[in-house]
């Protein structure tokens, strides 16, 4: 099978690496810029900072701040009239997933004249985008490095996952500093989807001698530092350890791919609302657990790179060991079951689950699992981990 890898052409990781935006601006050649966040960086400065850097550079930069957790097509369609409106050459993506996912839609919506729904699915981006800068808050999704975005078709509750390396940025600023800020519960939430990032592009049917090396120090990474940035929310070595690890694990799995996890987590969230790195957390460990027989030596290889098992212990005892210590960790940083958090009931999310599950599956992502699932057995899945 031959791999294809891509990643933004510039990366640049470090303490202060957010202070290169408006050099990063000028060398793509923009002069007004449109910087895609939230409402959190307006009142955190973070924003208006940026924007002063960049008219420091004489870039102009028109601020558009109404992005919502899990971005919608609306979301999209008002920054494009907003960027045609200001006439923007550039864009910038700026926080966590949410508005990264957004400003790069937005930036091949300003280019490519197509309703976002044919956007949806693999290679379905004609031409190239406006430049793009994407500066991660989170850490996190890694979507400041893949070539995916993920964006809710408000019309039909569905989350639409596109996959295009037209959708690269051109320059990522990975600075861990804008992680301190993280509360607990969020730093929890999208360390596990780092973690998930990790775990699914080693054991998925896609993974390659590209992406192993970065998926496993992503693992790695995780592991070794998640429940202290989640402790300790000022530990800078741990927080930098964090954001590498996101980065890491975006690569690896943009280029390998994300599987039953995501399948299942994307309708969890489409439909009842919940944060992706919590519902991928809640799915983590049952999943896991049902997955194991496809792929035993590598989920062993897991289990030893978080300190499951001993390197000595055999591939199956290994494997074995892996759900129960993602059920502990999940436990440790206060993360609790499925139905804890939605507040519909049962009756209602039974009512859902043919149909999350048909949305799991026309995803793709659950073909590339180590075991594939029928929709018969994503039901049973959604039950269990209920
Ligand atoms: N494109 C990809 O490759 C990819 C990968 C995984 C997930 N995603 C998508 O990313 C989105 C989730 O992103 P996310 O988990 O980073 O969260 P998010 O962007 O939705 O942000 C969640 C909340 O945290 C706040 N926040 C962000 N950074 C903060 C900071 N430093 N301090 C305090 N608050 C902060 C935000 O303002 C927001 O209120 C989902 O839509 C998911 O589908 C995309
Ligand atoms: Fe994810």
């Known amino acids: 099978m031959t791999a294809q890898f ?15 935006l408006a050099a990063q601006a000028a060398r793509l050649g923009g002069r007004r810029a449109l910087l ?20 420091a550079a004489s870039i102009a930069a028109t601020l558009f701040s109404s992005v919502q957790p899990d971005p919608t097509d609306k979301n999209v ?3 494009l009239a907003l960027l045609r409106k200001e006439n923007c050459d550039l864009v910038i993506g700026l926080g966590g997933g949410s508005p990264m996912d957004a400003a790069k839609v937005i930036a091949v919506a300003a280019t490519n004249d197509a309703p976002l729904r044919e956007f949806a699915g693999y290679h379905r981006i004609a031409k190239p985008g406006l430049p793009l800068i994407l500066i991660p808050t ?14 809710t078709d408000t019309g039909r509750d569905v989350k639409m996952m596109m996959l295009d390396v037209h959708l690269l940025a051109r320059a990522a600023l990975v600075d861990f500093e804008l992680s301190l800020t993280m509360p607990a519960s969020l730093t929890a939430h999208v360390g596990v989807d780092t973690l998930t990032h990790g775990i699914e592009a080693y054991v998925s049917r896609k993974a390659n001698a590209l992406t192993d090396p970065l998926a496993t ?6 592991a070794s530092h998640l429940f202290t940035a989640w402790q300790e929310p000022g530990n800078r070595a741990a927080r930098e350890a964090m954001m590498l690890a996101a980065c890491l694990g975006g690569m690896a799995f943009a280029n390998s791919s994300v599987c039953l996890v995501h399948g299942m987590s994307r ?3 489409a439909v009842f609302h919940l944060a992706h790195g919590l519902s991928n957390a809640l799915l983590l460990p049952e999943i896991t657990r049902w997955s194991l027989r496809g792929a035993v030596p590598r989920y062993a290889q897991v289990a030893r790179l978080v300190g499951a098992a001993a390197n000595a212990v055999a591939d199956e005892a ?15 940083l206060g993360i609790g079951r499925l139905r804890d958090f939605i507040k519909a009931g049962q009756a209602e999310f039974e009512q859902k689950l043919t149909a999350m599950a048909e949305a799991a599956l026309a995803s793709g992502s659950p073909q590339n699992n180590p075991v594939v699932p029928s929709a018969g057995e994503i039901v049973e899945l959604y039950r269990k981990v209920w």
């Open 6 to 20: 891509n990643v933004p052409s510039t990366i640049l990781v470090g303490e202060g690496a957010c202070q290169q």
């Open 36 to 55: 895609v966040t939230d409402v959190t960086m307006v009142s955190s400065g973070l924003a208006g900072r940026c924007v002063e850097q960049l008219k």
């Open 77 to 79: 369609q008002d920054g």
């Open 217 to 222: 120090e992503c693992i790695r990474l995780t």
């Open 138 to 151: 989170t850490a996190g999704t890694g979507s400041e490095v893949t070539k995916v975005a993920v964006i």
């Open 318 to 332: 290994a494997a074995a060991a892996l759900p129960e210590y993602l059920g502990r960790l999940n436990a440790r």
């Open 267 to 269: 309708p969890i969230g």
